[in-house]
Nanobody, 118 residues
Framework: QVQLVESGGGLVQAGGSLRLSCAASGRTFSSYDLGWFRQAPGKERVFVAV????????TYADSVKGRFTISRDNANNVVYLQMNSLKPDDTAVYFCAARIGISSYDYWGQGTQVTVSS
């Protein structure tokens, strides 16, 4: 069982930056792929980024490439999402998630709100 708790959300002006953190419980943190997703009001939850368990390979949604960076600290069981050059379209609740397999995610955090004003 893994518990995930996000933090770092807030209100920021367009062009600004935020860093989200997701702290995980459990002794096998390094065994999971870790992802970030977001859900805007009235829309479905969508993929943002993932960092693999082995080698730290990353993948990003096209909408955030070049602006967001996902990273992980296996020693402290934390995954980060550095968000730069934020746009109003980035406004959403951001969720972190963990998966043992290669497709669906097994564990989800409760989400943290990010609001970007124009």
């Amino acid at each position: 069982q893994v518990q995930l708790v996000e933090s770092g959300g807030g209100l920021v002006q367009a062009g600004g930056s935020l860093r989200l953190s997701c702290a995980a419980s459990g002794r096998t943190f390094s065994s999971y792929d870790l992802g970030w997703f977001r859900q805007a009001p009235g829309k479905e939850r969508v993929f943002v980024a993932v960092i693999r368990r082995s080698g730290g390979r990353t993948t990003y949604a096209d909408s955030v490439k070049g602006r967001f960076t996902i990273s992980r600290d296996n020693a402290n069981n934390v995954v980060y999402l550095q968000m730069n050059s934020l746009k109003p379209d980035d406004t959403a609740v951001y969720f972190c998630a963990a998966r043992i397999g290669i497709s669906s995610y097994d564990y989800w955090g409760q989400g943290t709100q990010v609001t970007v004003s124009s």
